[in-house]
């Protein structure tokens, strides 16, 4: 027997055959299983529009220039170590916006192309654009004691910045830190409050209280209009993000946690006041970045390498009094940026770090004012 | 509008609103209504009963969240339909997707060397053989019954491209089927 497609008899009798292809039975407990995934918090963010028509190659370049000039943006503002909430991109329609980057971020990715979760990540982390590619996570070298850290509230003199011109200071920061319970588990609460920049920072992260592993993350967005907030759920394997406001969306994507990672954004509040500082010591701590695993070619890696090495003991007095304290050097030499962290309760004292692009250097510089301690 | 349908209209926006506001039972009547629907598109434009699978669950998990999108004009049913259609090509596109690809060279072998008499098990061989971008446009035109219009703003690929993947999918068919 002949079939000729082209024919309409033929192709009518194709359709026909295909219109009666029926798949096998789906599971009975397909439901329950759905069920059971959105009460575990699981969602999936549909595309309830069109994708976007394909673009010449003129535009795509366009598209790529732009995503490669966010990636460095994202870059640049983790590299100033700022606070992992100021991207938003403002986008008629977020869903063609996400699509049509994601594909873009991939088309020069051929072993690697998944855009449904670079479409997650870029809605739910506001349009920061991550690509394709995966490498391996290394070994976290450092082994850290949470029970370390004190409860308490502690003042921070705002971030003061100085170049040649002209020195800015800023209202001061109050960091909470209390032990809770989380679903059971023993785990640290730290609140931040304060200005930064031009808006104000409303952000909480709990922690577990055995390997400072991220458990629940939260940042709220006062000056914003619509009021914004965004939280974060961890576990081994997922994260969820849930937003509300400006963008109204969640994004769940695997995050596989490797032992040994430490919360990014946190440094100073969490980790430091947990690593065994002594004498000489030294050691690289690995900072998770919650993105997909498969999605960090721009931004390289899922994860932030700070190497930070003890270089000195010195006694220095600041608003909230005198401390004895070790002289923690964070990254290279030629980076100055430095932390003055008391010898004896592990709080950081002073944080200083100096930028120079070219010609230009300015310095910023924080100090604790005021600490009050919770005992327990 | 006779008053039957009228009742039926107001209690599917009643269900949707309720799934919308994150009821189980409401959007477990809407499973109950639209999986089968969901679960046919899936498989017929993947060729793969566990990727058919994987979409209806995706579907179903978003669906409370993406009803928000749902203007209500042209039914629910189509609308999911056309919701359906993109899960599945956003599904098409994952590694997951790319992992079948040995599969469908080994169907296609297998296809190549039979002379096929029309019946569903050379069909499904026939249309699994196809690549991905040519099954999809054939099903959506040929099965579907959408436009190239529609085609071209479903996958984000011009009418015209959607033209020309439609002939050359029947061609593909053609040849796959013994028609020489």
């Known amino acids: 027997m002949t079939h000729r497609l082209d024919d309409e008899a033929v192709t009518r009798e194709l359709r026909d055959a295909v219109a009666g292809l029926e798949p096998p039975a789906l599971a009975p407990d397909t439901f329950a299983r759905i069920a059971a995934r959105r009460a575990n918090g699981e969602r999936f963010v549909l595309a309830t529009v069109d994708a976007p028509a394909s673009m010449s190659s003129r535009r795509l370049n366009l598209v790529a220039g732009t995503l490669a000039a966010l990636a460095a943006m994202v870059i640049i503002g983790v590299a100033l170590n700022l606070r992992r909430d100021s991207a938003i991109t403002s986008v008629a329609s977020r869903d063609q916006f996400a699509i049509s980057a994601a594909d873009s971020a991939c088309a020069s990715s051929p072993e690697t192309r998944d855009p449904s979760m670079l479409r997650h990540l870029m809605i739910g982390a506001f349009g920061v654009s991550v690509a394709c590619g995966a490498q391996p996570i290394p070994d976290a070298p450092i082994t850290v004691a949470p029970s370390q850290i004190l409860s308490g509230t502690f003042t921070y003199r705002g971030l003061t910045i100085t170049d040649a011109v002209f020195t800015s200071v800023h209202a001061p920061t109050t960091i909470s830190i209390s032990r809770v319970s989380w679903h059971g588990a023993s785990a640290l609460l730290a609140v931040r409050v304060g200005p930064l920049i031009t808006r104000v920072s409303v952000d909480s992260l709990t922690v577990s209280a055995t390997d400072l592993a991220p458990l629940h993350w939260a940042s709220w967005y006062p000056t914003q209009h619509p009021v914004g907030a965004m939280h974060a759920d961890f576990d081994s394997s997922m994260v969820t993000i849930v937003m509300t406001g400006r963008f109204d969306t969640v994004a769940t994507f695997s995050y596989p946690r490797k032992a040994g990672e430490l919360p990014f954004g946190w440094t100073q509040e969490l980790v430091v006041p947990a690593l065994p500082l002594t004498n000489g010591w030294h050691g690289t701590l690995q900072i998770a970045l919650p993105i997909h695993p498969h999605a960090y070619k721009l931004l390289g890696k899922p994860w932030e390498s700070m190497a930070l090495r003890v270089v000195g003991r010195e006694r220095i007095t600041v608003a909230a009094g005198t401390f004895d304290c070790w002289k923690v050097q964070v990254g290279e030499p030629e980076d100055q940026s430095l932390m003055w962290v008391d010898a004896s309760t592990h709080v950081v004292i002073r944080s200083q770090t100096t930028y120079r692009f070219g010609d230009t250097s300015f310095e910023d510089q924080v100090d604790l004012q005021r600490m009050i301690l919770i005992t327990q | ?180």
Not at chain 2, 146 to 171: K, M, N, P, Q
């Open chain 2, 1 to 180: 509008m006779p008053l039957s349908e009228d009742i039926a209209a107001v209690t599917e926006r009643t269900q949707l609103e309720r799934a919308a506001s994150g009821s189980a039972d409401a959007l477990a009547g809407l499973f109950e209504l639209h999986a089968a629907m969901v679960h046919r598109v899936a498989y017929r434009l993947t060729m793969s009963a566990d990727d058919a699978e994987d979409i209806v669950q995706d579907v179903f998990i978003g669906l409370p969240e993406a009803l928000a999108a749902y203007s209500g004009d042209g039914g629910f049913a189509a609308w999911l339909r056309k919701v359906t259609v993109r899960t599945t090509l956003m599904h098409m596109r994952s590694s997951r997707r790319r992992a079948a690809t040995a599969i469908r060279a080994d169907a296609e072998k297998e296809a190549a060397m039979s002379n096929y008499l029309l019946d569903r098990m050379a069909i499904a061989t026939a249309l699994a053989a196809l690549p991905s971008e040519l099954r999809m446009v054939f099903m959506l035109a040929d099965i579907e019954g959408y436009t190239h219009a529609d085609i071209g703003g479903l996958l984000g690929i011009r009418t015209g491209t959607s033209e020309v993947r439609l002939h050359r999918a029947r061609r593909k068919l053609r040849a796959l089927l013994g028609d020489r």
